[in-house]
């Protein structure tokens, strides 16, 4: 569905008398399949947008290409328009205008005659629980049903491919569960969705496949369950008192299944292991047997910030 | 048809917002009703006009340029508003064509400044103003085109600099010694010469000229023609220009 190859993208800003030039995006080569929901995960500054505003034709790439719904990105972004929606990060609703009016006129914006333009914004209102609050202006709408208005938007002309930026930023848990099932009644429809996101849970959650990007480059892509089983192993978290941790560490340094031991700075060690299911109960009957008393035991299974922190050294959660 | 059909979707887009809110239409007015009212009659004496609606003809024309060039410059700052929102984002991702984006926008500013124009007239007939109607219709073409052109370079410039800050004193750098220098108040007859041959550069000041020639009812004056067709290819590379901003990449 999409294609890129190497597609690049530097900004010049200017800082007083200096120019500096920012490398937003530097070569990035992606796949992504029809019916999927494809997942960007980085930090903020890692080049998402930039990269989405290039897919949809927003701003021109310096460099690489790609093919979107099987439209050329260079020669046809025409066409390319015409097949994706794209759903911008900082909003795109008019605060004096009204959900109805704003629908009828994307629509339209896309050579739509106004009669199949207010019957597909009927619809699109209905789907999307805002039928409610259709006439009512933009402003007076929660940030939740905001979202839902501008998510409409992009699909008004029905797409092959939508574009979400950051779709659940600044939503309340209530309302970023509810988008979820939007966007996962998007991919039944039919739809390929691709999404960004800063979210760890979000992109493990919902969906398919991710990509993780940091400082412009793509580091890692594969389903969630491939990420974190490349990050081969379990974590076993095992409290203690500090009193007992050198002699704790000490009985279980050199045990088969102990892959690798570290221990905690306020007391507790923490074992790297294949399979933490197995290796919990002969933690615990080795400390037994060694008579040491033990605080907690915790099974600690990769995340996706373990996948991050590999491959950049830092952790999603700091950045 | 495809163009004609998207400028007429933005124009009726932005004219019903404006319609929701037709408040600004008479906030725009009012400073040249008030001008009208408080400062012609001072104009007379000053003018050595032989009669109040003479001196009517030399005033009103200026008037109604000085609302065409301020009321376009200033509406890049409702754009401003609408790149922040993100609309403009979204428009250029459909198939919208860019030209339309910007004409629509800027017609309605025209019409607005028609409406404005009107009520205007309206007032000085009271007055005692006389026009025909053929030159009024003129008149109000020239005063179309001056519109058009300075809303169009107030939208691309917003694009550009995108930010309030930097468009408000932009705008009034422009518009100061542009609305000094073209006799838009009172004619340069008396200037000196110095002053004249600055005015002669200022495209308003042709705009003027012939705006009052019209108003004076001399049709065949040679500033009727000129200031048209001045007008006309600077509205044109204004329209065209700013339409390229639309196009460009925008945040
Ligand atoms: N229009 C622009 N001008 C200058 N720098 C930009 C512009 N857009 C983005 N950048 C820079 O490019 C980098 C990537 O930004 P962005 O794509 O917005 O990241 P993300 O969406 O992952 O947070 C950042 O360092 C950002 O400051
Ligand atoms: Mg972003």
Partial sequence: MIETRGLRKSFRSRAGRETKTVDAVRGVNLEVAEGEIFGFLGPNGAGKTTTLRMLATLIEPDGGDATIAGADLRKDPAEVRRRIGYVPQGGSTWDESTAREELVLHARMYGIGKADAQRRAARALDAFQLTEYADRKCKTYSGGQRRRVEIALGIIHEPKIVFLDEPTTGLDPQSRAHMWDEIRRLRSDGMTVFITTHYLDEADALCDRIAIMDNGEIVAEGTPGELKREISGDVVLVGLDLAATPQAAQSLDGEAYVNKLETVDEGGLRLYVDEGATAIPQVLRRLDHAGLELRSIELHRPSLDDVFLTKTGRSLRES | ?251
Avoid: C, H
């Fill in chain 2, 1 to 251: 048809m495809k163009f004609a059909r998207d400028t007429w979707l933005i124009f009726q887009r932005q004219t019903q917002l404006l319609l929701r809110n037709p408040v600004w239409v008479f906030v725009g007015v009012f400073q040249p009703v008030m001008y009208l009212l408080l400062f012609a009659p001072l104009l007379k004496p000053a003018l050595n006009a032989p009669t109040q609606a003479a001196a009517y003809k030399i005033f009103v024309p200026g008037l109604l340029v000085l609302l065409a060039i301020f009321g376009g410059l200033f509406q890049g700052f409702g754009l401003i508003a609408e790149l922040r929102a993100g609309v403009i984002e979204r428009s250029r991702v459909t198939p919208i064509s860019r030209l339309a984006l910007l004409l629509g926008r800027s017609l309605r500013d025209v019409v607005s400044l028609l409406v404005q124009a009107v009520i205007i007239t309206l007032l000085a007939l009271l007055f005692d103003l006389r026009v025909f109607i053929g030159d009024l219709l003129l008149a109000y073409l020239l005063l179309a085109l001056i519109a058009l052109m300075t809303s169009a370079v107030s939208y691309g410039v917003a694009l550009k600099v995108k930010s309030e800050d930097a468009l408000a004193p932009l705008m009034n750098t422009v518009a100061q010694p542009v609305l000094l220098l073209s006799g838009i108040l009172l004619p340069l007859t008396f200037a000196p010469g110095w002053l004249q041959g600055i005015a002669n550069w200022n495209p308003f000041s042709w705009a003027v000229d012939g705006t009052r020639a019209l108003f004076a009812g001399d049709l065949g004056s040679d500033r009727v023609w000129q200031g048209l067709t001045i007008t006309a290819v600077l509205a044109a590379l204004g329209v065209y220009w700013a339409a390229r901003q639309f196009a460009r990449s925008v945040r």
